[in-house]
């Protein structure tokens, strides 16, 4: 543990810790709104220890939420943690060994940037694990304590923390905005999106979209 400690400086576990207390306040208002949208507070525990994937969590909940099938929350969330592919590719050698499978349900878009940040092997294995570590343990005691919160609550968007979900996934798209054939893709999906959300059930507007990507390549 101490050879483990020695390899990260403390810039790196401050900036570790401060990302793993961001992740648990935004578990936070995800266990809150879970509740307060009328879900029990074991659906946010349970699927925050099982899935441990932000987005996908908030995604299922708010279309759930919204009238939505959850089968369309459930695949819709399938195809946002399909970026874990090319994540796990690249840090595969950071996941060798016999905990590859805690490493892989570790994966998260922080764990893999700190882990990239890094020079040399035993600094991005070091930097991998103790990024996942922290925003598993913050991540599921900030759900678990909003969970409770929202039941005593009731009515979160008083508080305005159904703001919270759009706000994360924005966050997560808004870097890959940078790239002028991303931005094309995502107006095309958005208007796809749009325009079908007056004829079609609460969620399905939202596997459509990814059709934008289809325009994308037809553009190429």
Known sequence: MRTFYRTLD????????????????????YGAISTGSGFGAWLPVVMSLLV?????????VGLVAAGGSPFAAAVAGLLINSRHLPFGMAVSDVLRGRG???????M???????????????????AYWACGAGIFVCWNLG????????????????????????????????????????RQAA???????VGATPILPAGLPVLLALAGALVLVGWR
């Open 10 to 29: 403390r810039r790196l576990l401050r900036d570790v810790a401060l990302v793993a207390l961001a992740d648990g306040v935004v578990g936070l208002s």
């Open 52 to 60: 441990f994937a932000g987005a996908a969590q908030f995604l299922f």
């Open 100 to 106: 590859r499978a805690v490493g892989s349900h570790l």
């Open 108 to 126: 998260t878009d922080e764990t893999v940037a700190f882990a990239l940040a890094q020079d040399d092997a035993r600094r991005r294995r070091a």
């Open 143 to 182: 759900v678990l304590a909003g969970a409770f919160a929202g039941t005593v609550i009731g009515d979160t968007d008083a508080f305005g923390l159904d703001a919270a979900f759009p706000a994360v996934l924005l966050a997560l798209v808004l870097p890959s905005l940078r790239e002028k054939q991303t």
């Open 187 to 193: 107006l095309a999906g958005s208007a796809i999106a």
